[in-house]
């Protein structure tokens, strides 16, 4: 079977669990070295860790998306391991119980959902890239990065004021670090997933999931491998000139 990620190296944050873990298994599977970083081992939804599972075909390494040092870790092993990265997936977020509406909302809050989502992107974009534009390209390409926002970083969702901030963040950041690194070769592209089921049932509050099923059209909620399909094609020679772009993966919500 023709795989599309052969030989290529990866770095995927938030890896452990969710879509992170379904984007670095899918990676894998289609060839690459994946070098995962996460807080946490053991998946939030159960089962074997992302670390088992991928075997000889990655690794796991103890990193906080937020930090500098730490991204540069996985950067730094990916390139180790295979000379170069080919894909940065900045995945990693936030939201639980940080996120809130607007008057409910501490600084202590809005400044652990931006550490995460906003900054981790940011540095985690600012480390790869550093690296991508040092390399020779691979076809016309010398390195692809791949943003997780959401749906709710292009909409105002009731009640996540610095959630839907931070991912807004990172849907511009998106374009602007898309622009200014286009003409020496890297692509830099966001993935909006819509509600995916993620975590374990128990952690789905039901009036959450009420609300997703009221506005996704299609007949049922995200699964992470919805996103996978979604990240394997901006990190595959199938996306060459696609670039700049926040690929909608919800079901329809944003049809709506
Ligand atoms: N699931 C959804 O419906 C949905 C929708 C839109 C956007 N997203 C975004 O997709 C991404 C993944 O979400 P998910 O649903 O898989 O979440 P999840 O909570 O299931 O998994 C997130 C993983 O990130 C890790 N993580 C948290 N803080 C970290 C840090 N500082 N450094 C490194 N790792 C850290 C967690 O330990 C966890 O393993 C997030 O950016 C989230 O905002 C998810």
Same mark, same amino acid.
């Given at each position: 079977?023709? #795989? %599309?990620?052969?030989? @290529?190296?990866?770095?995927? $944050?938030?890896?452990?669990?969710?879509?992170? *873990?379904?984007?670095? !298994?899918?990676?894998?599977d289609e060839g690459a070295f994946v070098v995962?970083?996460? #807080? %946490?081992?053991?998946? @939030?939804?159960?089962?074997? $860790?992302?670390?088992?599972?991928?075997?000889? *075909?990655?690794?796991? !390494?103890?990193?906080?998306?937020?930090?500098?040092?730490?991204?540069?870790?996985?950067v730094s092993t990916a390139v180790e391991r295979g000379g170069?990265?080919?894909?940065?997936?900045?995945?990693a977020g936030i939201a639980g119980r940080?996120?809130?509406p607007l008057l409910e909302t501490e600084e202590e809050d809005w400044d652990a959902i931006m550490a995460v989502n906003l900054r981790g992107v940011f540095l985690g974009c600012k480390r790869a890239v550093g690296q991508m534009v040092e390399q020779e390209p691979v076809g016309e390409v010398r390195g692809r990065v791949v943003n997780i926002s959401s749906q709710h970083g292009m909409i105002g969702p009731p009640g996540h004021v610095a959630y839907?901030?931070?991912?807004?963040?990172?849907?511009?950041?998106?374009?602007?670090?898309?622009?200014?690194?286009?003409?020496?070769?890297?692509?830099?592209?966001?993935?909006a997933p819509g509600k995916i089921l993620t975590g374990s049932p128990e952690q789905q509050a039901p009036e959450?999931?009420?609300?997703?099923?009221?506005?996704?059209?299609?007949?049922?909620?995200?699964?992470?491998?919805?996103?996978?399909?979604a990240a394997l094609f901006l990190a595959s020679d199938d996306s060459g000139y696609v670039s700049g772009i926040n690929l909608l993966v919800d079901g329809g919500w944003m049809a709506y």
């Open positions: 079977m023709e #795989v %599309r990620l052969s030989g @290529r190296t990866a770095v995927v $944050t938030g890896g452990a669990s969710g879509l992170g *873990r379904a984007i670095a !298994l899918r990676f894998a995962v970083g996460d #807080v %946490r081992r053991e998946p @939030r939804e159960g089962g074997a $860790t992302t670390e088992e599972l991928l075997g000889d *075909r990655g690794q796991f !390494l103890e990193a906080d998306a937020s930090r500098w040092d730490d991204l540069d870790r996985l170069r990265l080919d894909v940065m997936v900045n995945n940080y996120s809130k839907a901030a931070s991912k807004g963040g990172v849907v511009n950041l998106t374009r602007q670090v898309a622009v200014d690194y286009g003409p020496r070769g890297v692509l830099v592209n966001a993935v959450t999931l009420a609300y997703s099923h009221a506005r996704t059209p299609f007949h049922r909620l995200g699964r992470p491998d919805d996103v996978a399909g």
